[in-house]
């Protein structure tokens, strides 16, 4: 607007009459000096991560709890308290009393339970849950446990024993119990906290949201994919396998099956050394020879590579129906009684005659969330499923007078208690591997409270009875504690090598109270004249 000089004294006349009325001058225009930095209190602040490693029988126990480092140190002290005091009953945890403030929060996939527990800046979950001793040595396993939760809050890999983790007592589980606190950036990729709670998901490589990525177990069977093969070499049977969003299994499909096609084994394993560009050699995994990550344009994915002896006894159709028609049931589909439930055939140059190939579109309802055995990460033949008669366990047997049925995990082939509940047994079957010496040392050290001696673990292997196991030659080892010990332990345990490499074996284990192990002795032997494999 153009303002004359008439206009302005107008103007500055109307100005002075409204001063003279009592109206005030303007404020001064103010200047702020804005910080670049926010406040402390609203700068993110990092993660903490409290856990425990409980060695029990032939399971290792995790208690563990990752949120905001205020709210998590807040229960630091009573979290600590409340493991080192855990009881077991059958082989779980007891968790009937909590402390104050504490409450049992609702079923998810993996878990044994979640504790609820209230502070005052968040509430936080307690995840409690359980995996299979694997057979190499403790320290090795807390390693890789510790390192993956290292890498979880963004901190690199640690070398000391344990990653840093230290001892820990609690007197109701083997010796070896291990206490892990640890500090990282909030909001690495891989943050256990609930996924993305009050953040933002971060991308993946391909920027492709997570949820677009690998199979999870509330994952719609109708939106999955599967792609397997089914890999006869000698002895064994390799299966190379993938399940995950459709998307991104799709373009997945044909370097998979290129890759197996073209394979190559060295003493009767398979090369993994060069991988296709987007593929990468992944961790370590129960049941597993290997895993390889890959990452597609849709997300990430995992391909298994696993193995089972193949059965002499059997068709290699029926071995091939079985197999493909569990994993149709996997996938929310009905059996098939088309040859190898509809699979068809593979060339691979390197391997045995029969190669298979399945290629799988999920369909009809979800995935059961509360059965880790219907998920992805199940291994070969854990379970069956012939669509004739339904389910067919990998074993079969005759339970012996007094057995009670014990509790099963997505590792245990089978599982029973026996004995009163002051002296009382467990008796298990699982499929795992290890070398023998390591495995006989460990469960010395089990029934001893620690280490033993070199010159023990050589006795026990001399001593240890042959026997034969569905067929197949197999060792028996009766490992007794000392007499002065309260309470004293024994373990009766027999090893039974299921592949030709000797990597994978049956394991059929008796561990508790010695009066009840040792009182058991003929059960344990009829049950394992009993035992048959279905693998």
């Given at each position: 607007?153009?303002?004359?000089?008439?206009?302005?004294?107008l103007m500055l006349l109307?100005?002075?009459?409204?001063?003279?009325?009592?109206?005030?001058?303007?404020?001064?225009?103010?200047?702020?000096?804005?910080?670049?930095?926010?406040?402390?209190?609203?700068?993110?602040?990092?993660?903490?991560?409290?856990?425990?490693?409980?060695?029990?029988?032939?399971?290792?126990?995790?208690?563990?709890?990752?949120?905001?480092?205020?709210?998590?140190?807040?229960?630091?002290?009573?979290?600590?308290?409340?493991?080192?005091?855990?009881?077991?009953?059958?082989?779980?945890?007891?968790?009937?009393?909590?402390?104050?403030?504490?409450?049992?929060?609702?079923?998810?996939?993996?878990?044994?339970?979640?504790?609820?527990?209230?502070?005052?800046?968040?509430?936080?979950?307690?995840?409690?849950?359980?995996?299979?001793?694997?057979?190499?040595?403790?320290?090795?396993?807390?390693?890789?446990?510790?390192?993956?939760?290292?890498?979880?809050?963004?901190?690199?890999?640690?070398?000391?024993?344990?990653?840093?983790?230290?001892?820990?007592?609690?007197?109701?589980?083997?010796?070896?119990?291990?206490?892990?606190?640890?500090?990282?950036?909030?909001?690495?990729?891989?943050?256990?906290?609930?996924?993305?709670?009050?953040?933002?998901?971060?991308?993946?490589?391909?920027?492709?949201?997570?949820?677009?990525?690998?199979?999870?177990?509330?994952?719609?069977?109708a939106d999955e994919r599967?792609?397997?093969?089914?890999?006869?070499?000698?002895?064994?049977?390799?299966?190379?396998?993938?399940?995950?969003?459709?998307?991104?299994?799709?373009?997945?499909?044909?370097?998979?099956?290129?890759?197996?096609?073209?394979?190559?084994?060295?003493?009767?394993?398979?090369?993994?050394?060069?991988?296709?560009?987007?593929?990468?050699?992944?961790?370590?995994?129960?049941?597993?020879?290997?895993?390889?990550?890959?990452?597609?344009?849709?997300?990430?994915?995992?391909?298994?590579?696993?193995?089972?002896?193949?059965?002499?006894?059997?068709?290699?159709?029926?071995?091939?129906?079985?197999?493909?028609?569990?994993?149709?049931?996997?996938?929310?589909?009905?059996?098939?009684?088309?040859?190898?439930?509809?699979?068809?055939?593979?060339?691979?140059?390197?391997?045995?005659?029969?190669?298979?190939?399945?290629?799988?579109?999920?369909?009809?309802?979800?995935i059961a969330e509360d059965?880790?055995?219907?998920?992805?990460?199940?291994?070969?033949?854990?379970?069956?499923?012939?669509?004739?008669?339904?389910?067919?366990?990998?074993?079969?047997?005759?339970?012996?007078?007094?057995?009670?049925?014990?509790?099963?995990?997505?590792?245990?082939?089978?599982?029973?208690?026996?004995?009163?509940?002051?002296?009382?047994?467990?008796?298990?079957?699982?499929?795992?591997?290890?070398?023998?010496?390591?495995?006989?040392?460990?469960?010395?050290?089990?029934?001893?409270?620690?280490?033993?001696?070199?010159?023990?673990?050589?006795?026990?292997?001399?001593?240890?009875?042959?026997?034969?196991?569905?067929?197949?030659?197999?060792?028996?080892?009766?490992?007794?504690?000392?007499?002065?010990?309260?309470?004293?332990?024994?373990?009766?345990?027999?090893?039974?090598?299921?592949?030709?490499?000797?990597?994978?074996?049956?394991?059929?284990?008796?561990?508790?109270?010695?009066?009840?192990?040792?009182?058991?002795?003929?059960?344990?032997?009829?049950?394992?004249?009993?035992?048959?494999?279905?693998?």
């Amino acid at each position: 607007m153009r303002i004359t000089c008439r206009n302005w004294s107008l103007m500055l006349l109307a100005c002075c009459v409204a001063n003279f009325g009592g109206c005030k001058r303007p404020d001064p225009v103010v200047t702020y000096t804005v910080p670049t930095k926010l406040p402390a209190k609203l700068v993110p602040g990092q993660d903490r991560m409290l856990a425990a490693m409980l060695p029990k029988g032939q399971e290792i126990w995790f208690f563990k709890v990752t949120g905001p480092e205020g709210a998590v140190d807040s229960i630091r002290s009573e979290f600590r308290s409340f493991v080192e005091g855990i009881e077991f009953e059958d082989g779980s945890p007891n968790l009937k009393d909590l402390p104050a403030g504490w409450r049992r929060g609702g079923k998810k996939p993996f878990r044994y339970a979640t504790l609820d527990v209230e502070t005052p800046d968040k509430q936080l979950g307690i995840s409690v849950s359980s995996l299979p001793l694997r057979e190499d040595s403790w320290d090795e396993q807390v390693q890789d446990n510790v390192n993956r939760w290292r890498g979880q809050l963004g901190l690199p890999k640690s070398e000391q024993k344990w990653a840093g983790g230290e001892a820990l007592t609690v007197k109701s589980a083997d010796p070896n119990s291990v206490w892990v606190d640890l500090v990282g950036e909030t909001g690495t990729n891989n943050s256990m906290s609930p996924p993305f709670a009050n953040r933002i998901a971060p991308p993946s490589p391909s920027g492709a949201p997570p949820s677009q990525a690998a199979s999870s177990p509330a994952m719609s069977a109708a939106d999955e994919r599967m792609l397997a093969a089914m890999v006869p070499k000698g002895s064994d049977v390799w299966f190379f396998k993938v399940k995950g969003a459709k998307a991104a299994v799709a373009s997945l499909a044909k370097t998979l099956r290129g890759f197996v096609e073209g394979v190559k084994f060295e003493q009767g394993m398979p090369v993994l050394d060069n991988l296709p560009s987007t593929w990468t050699r992944g961790g370590e995994r129960p049941f597993r020879h290997a895993t390889l990550d890959v990452s597609t344009p849709a997300g990430k994915l995992d391909i298994s590579v696993s193995k089972l002896v193949r059965q002499q006894d059997k068709p290699w159709s029926d071995q091939v129906d079985m197999n493909v028609n569990r994993w149709r049931g996997q996938m929310g589909m009905p059996p098939s009684a088309e040859q190898w439930a509809g699979a068809e055939p593979l060339s691979v140059a390197n391997a045995d005659d029969g190669s298979v190939w399945v290629d799988l579109s999920g369909g009809g309802g979800k995935i059961a969330e509360d059965n880790p055995k219907r998920s992805g990460t199940t291994p070969p033949l854990a379970s069956q499923e012939d669509g004739a008669d339904g389910k067919a366990d990998a074993v079969t047997y005759e339970a012996p007078a007094g057995w009670r049925n014990g509790r099963m995990s997505s590792m245990r082939l089978a599982a029973f208690n026996v004995g009163p509940e002051d002296k009382s047994a467990e008796i298990t079957v699982i499929p795992a591997g290890g070398d023998l010496r390591g495995n006989v040392a460990r469960w010395l050290g089990q029934v001893r409270d620690g280490k033993v001696p070199d010159e023990i673990v050589d006795q026990a292997l001399k001593d240890a009875l042959n026997v034969t196991v569905a067929g197949k030659p197999g060792k028996r080892f009766v490992l007794v504690g000392e007499k002065d010990t309260d309470p004293r332990m024994a373990i009766d345990a027999t090893i039974v090598p299921l592949g030709s490499d000797g990597t994978t074996s049956l394991f059929i284990k008796m561990f508790g109270a010695a009066e009840t192990v040792e009182g058991q002795a003929d059960a344990i032997d009829s049950f394992l004249k009993s035992l048959k494999l279905n693998l």
